[in-house]
Antibody, heavy 119, light 113 residues
Framework: EVQLVQSGAEVKKPGESLKISCKGS????????IGWVRQMPGKGLEWMGI????????RYSPSFQGQVTISADKSISTAYLQWSSLKASDTAMYYC????????????WGQGTMVTVSS | DIVMTQSPDSLAVSLGERATINCKSS????????????LAWYQQKPGQPPKLLIL???TRESGVPDRFSGSGSGTDFTLTISSLQAEDVAVYYC?????????FGQGTKLEIK
């Protein structure tokens, strides 16, 4: 079964760092782009960026460039999203998702990681 | 960035009736090289991640019921549910994947009347 399994919910304070993960299984991890999508409480979906684990080619939305870092470790089929200094406005659900084999739509989604940033 | 605008923001339809959701892009997402529209539709139920319904504007993803259909080209697109079922209550999003950032519409909340 093709699946993406994300790390668990996090509660952090402003200014702290964080790295959340997304582990792929059931398919060739290095051959599919993985993306990250933010969903703030009660709001819509925001495309943050994508990475190709095969060569770590990465694209960011201008809205998130410099605010987060997307990375991947193909040896363990895992993609990451990290922050160096969290803000309260980073409080959201974060989803990872995989591109389809022949398009850049997302066909497989992780279950989501809720990140809460509060003092 | 390409701006995706959905209408309406919310919609109430009776069971068995047709539901129509519109999506407009600020620039064309039709590729002249392959004549494909780089447009997807997703369904998100409460507490769940989104689910891909339609890609290439009109191609149903495997396993999606045929009451869901997509149409349109260029900048104007439509998702139609031909006969609304109770399990279709959800928020629906369009997304363009023509050029990064691959932006989403703001979502349309579909409810039962």
């Amino acid at each position: 079964e093709v699946q993406l399994v994300q790390s668990g919910a996090e509660v952090k304070k402003p200014g702290e760092s964080l790295k959340i993960s997304c582990k792929g299984s059931g398919y060739s991890f290095t051959n599919y782009w993985i993306g990250w999508v933010r969903q703030m409480p009660g709001k819509g979906l925001e495309w943050m960026g994508i990475i190709y684990p095969g060569d770590s080619d990465t694209r960011y939305s201008p809205s998130f460039q410099g605010q987060v870092t997307i990375s991947a470790d193909k040896s363990i089929s895992t993609a990451y999203l990290q922050w160096s200094s969290l803000k309260a406005s980073d409080t959201a659900m974060y989803y990872c998702a995989r591109h389809t084999v022949a398009s850049d739509a997302f066909d497989v989604w992780g279950q989501g990681t809720m990140v809460t940033v509060s003092s | 960035d390409i701006v995706m605008t959905q209408s309406p923001d919310s919609l109430a339809v009776s069971l068995g009736e047709r539901a129509t959701i519109n999506c407009k892009s600020s620039q064309s997402v039709l590729s002249s090289s392959n004549n494909k529209n780089y447009l997807a539709w997703y369904q998100q139920k409460p507490g769940q991640p989104p689910k891909l319904l339609i890609l290439w504007a009109s191609t149903r993803e495997s396993g999606v019921p045929d009451r869901f259909s997509g149409s349109g080209s260029g900048t104007d697109f439509t998702l139609t549910i031909s006969s609304l079922q109770a399990e279709d209550v959800a928020v629906y999003y369009c997304q363009q994947y023509y050029t990064t950032p691959y932006t989403f519409g703001q979502g349309t909340k579909l409810e039962i009347k």
